[in-house]
């Protein structure tokens, strides 16, 4: 009995592996005591924010941030780090809510191929590499999740389309609402790929009908079988949707070049970041898809058409979607790069709906496995040298008083290394790095970016944002180097400015016009306080001690 049960519960090797890649995965969250985003440390100290904002001791912070009660498309992480994972500390909610990513990516592909076909998980080992990529390491952990929204979603429309109720047509809407509350960008897609699926299913029994005889009644009936299920649930996020973008209709709208799109669609660009190795393994992986996807085709040319082959549908969609798409829109950026891991995460699913020889599937495993460990390599040895130098910064909290504002100037976003070459490829951990002290001390951050916009549940008041009234140029306190007006924007607004914290100013770039502007005026009115011991960190505090 012992042994048969045993026998039950024994892991095959694809799951072994699956499991394995979990784990590692996992583990490099937790083995740094940051995780090196750039926009991470401002979603601390937006979510600490967020916890203190109506205690009664926080009339500094109700002074200068005001409350956003719009229902925005960029609320989920905020919800779960400020009230569902208030009982911890906000670094530690991070971690929690990074490992809640980790684990629902990979599941939700899982799933989503399982629900096509049982026998087609093991293609799930295929999303590993996408789990921190380029838009992970900016920050963007909305989007990120949104992800495992996106494949939970298509998982959920595959396995119960066919017996949609009012019920499950209700299921699928709150999972299409999740969708919106962690990224527009991806409920459009989660719409589309939707939609494509029904309309392909209700064209594909009117090419089976059309061989015995053309009716308009059966039409109609095969559209309220197919479309309206996923019409009606989509309905309350595209209302949500509608109203968001309406607010902001005349935001910039810019384009990338269209040969910009296909080196980036190409190489699977929105892959690589942190070490230009990621540019390298991005392209092995490209290479894999497109192997893999040859072989379906020639296989898919022997058969007629299927279910399945919707799935190829939504992934041409996907890429009409990315290249017609603009670069920036509604006042949110970096669309294109979002929308180049959509064409390759729809593929995954599709080569759920063949089989494979052994062989292949083999490769792919072992390619997919490969590829993952190596990015995981990569993404450990910089994380490391990084993460001395958000240490050095998040130490100046130790020396700074709570219930005062911050201000922090960068002068290497990106850290440097000992020759002044670049530490970081592509994005830059240190720009926002006083998230660090603003998620551990009661603080109003100067330099938090996310209150400089309309789409984070706080906002800076109009009369004291200092991205208008402190900053020198347009995002000059995130310049390089930065240009700001510290000795004026108290006279200008009223507020105040307590403490200024340098990073990475090095001896030799003291002579710059904007670096001498900003040392002059802190000699005018401030007075350093605490440095760390190769002074790369310098902080002031206004009229000294």
């Known amino acids: 009995m012992i042994a048969s049960s045993a026998a039950r519960f024994r892991l095959s090797p694809e799951a072994l592996a699956f499991a394995l890649l979990l784990a590692l995965h996992l583990a490099l969250i937790w083995a740094f005591p940051f995780i090196p985003t750039q926009d991470g440390p401002g979603h601390q ?24 009660r719009e229902a925005l498309p960029n609320w989920f992480i905020f919800f779960l780090m400020s009230r569902v994972l208030g009982f911890v500390s906000v670094p530690m909610a991070e971690k929690l809510l990074l490992t809640a990513y980790v684990v629902l990516l990979p599941l939700g592909v899982r799933y989503a191929l399982r629900a096509i076909d049982p026998r087609a998980a093991f293609l799930s080992v295929l999303v590993f590499p996408f789990t921190y990529n380029y838009l992970f390491q900016m920050g963007f952990f909305n989007f990120c999740f949104s992800l495992a929204a996106f494949f939970f979603t298509l998982g959920y429309w595959l396995e119960a389309s066919r017996r949609m109720s009012a019920l499950r047509t209700a299921g699928l809407a709150l999972l299409v609402l999740w969708v919106y509350f962690c990224h527009p960008v991806t409920l459009v897609m989660t719409v589309a790929a939707l939609l494509t699926l029904a309309g392909w299913r209700l064209l594909l029994e009117r090419l089976v009908a059309a061989e015995r005889r053309f009716a308009w009644r059966e039409l109609a ?75 379906c085709l020639i296989a898919r040319a022997r058969r007629p058409f299927r279910v399945g082959d919707g799935l190829l549908l939504v992934a041409i969609v996907f890429v009409v979607a990315y290249f017609a798409a603009p670069s920036e829109l509604a006042g949110g950026g970096f669309i294109n790069h979002r929308l180049n891991l959509f064409p390759f995460l729809a593929l995954i699913l599709w080569f759920g709906t063949f089989d494979h020889p052994a062989g292949r599937s083999r490769g792919i495993q072992i390619a997919a496995f490969a590829v993952a460990i190596a990015f995981l390599g990569v993404f450990g040895r910089t994380y490391a040298q990084v993460d001395e130098g958000l240490a050095k910064i998040a130490a100046a909290s130790e020396h700074v008083e709570p219930d005062h ?16 070459q670049p530490l970081v490829f592509r994005t830059e951990p240190f720009v926002h790095a006083s998230g660090y002290i603003g998620a551990r001390k009661r603080l109003v951050d100067l330099s938090l970016y996310e209150a400089s916009e309309d789409y984070f549940p706080i906002y800076f008041n109009p009369r004291l944002d200092p991205y208008r009234h402190l900053a020198a140029v347009h995002l000059g306190i995130e310049t390089a180097p930065p240009r700001v007006d510290l000795l004026g924007y108290p006279k200008r607004t009223g507020g105040r400015i307590d403490y200024v914290l340098l990073w990475g100013l090095r001896e030799d770039r003291r002579r710059e016009p904007a670096v001498r502007d900003v040392l002059e005026q802190l000699a005018a009115g401030y007075k350093e306080v605490w440095d760390s011991a190769d002074r790369a960190v310098r902080l002031y505090k206004r009229g000294g001690r």
Request: hydrophobic share 55%; proline share 5%; glycine share 8%.
């Open 405 to 420: 504002t911050l201000l922090f100037l960068s002068y290497a976003h990106q850290g440097e290394r000992p020759g002044g």
């Open 45 to 68: 100290a937006l979510a600490f924010i967020l916890r203190q904002y109506d205690g009664p001791d926080a009339g500094l912070l109700r002074q200068y941030y005001l409350p956003n």
């Open 221 to 295: 009936a095969g559209a309220r079988t197919w479309l309206l299920s996923p019409v009606l649930a989509c309905l309350p996020a595209l209302a949500l949707m509608a109203s968001f973008l309406g607010r902001r209709a005349d935001a910039r709208i810019s384009m990338l070049p269209l040969w910009v799109k296909l080196k980036h669609l190409g190489g699977l660009y929105s892959l690589a970041s942190v070490s230009r190795w990621t540019i390298l393994l991005a392209a092995v992986l490209a290479l894999l898809f497109y192997g893999t996807a040859l072989a």
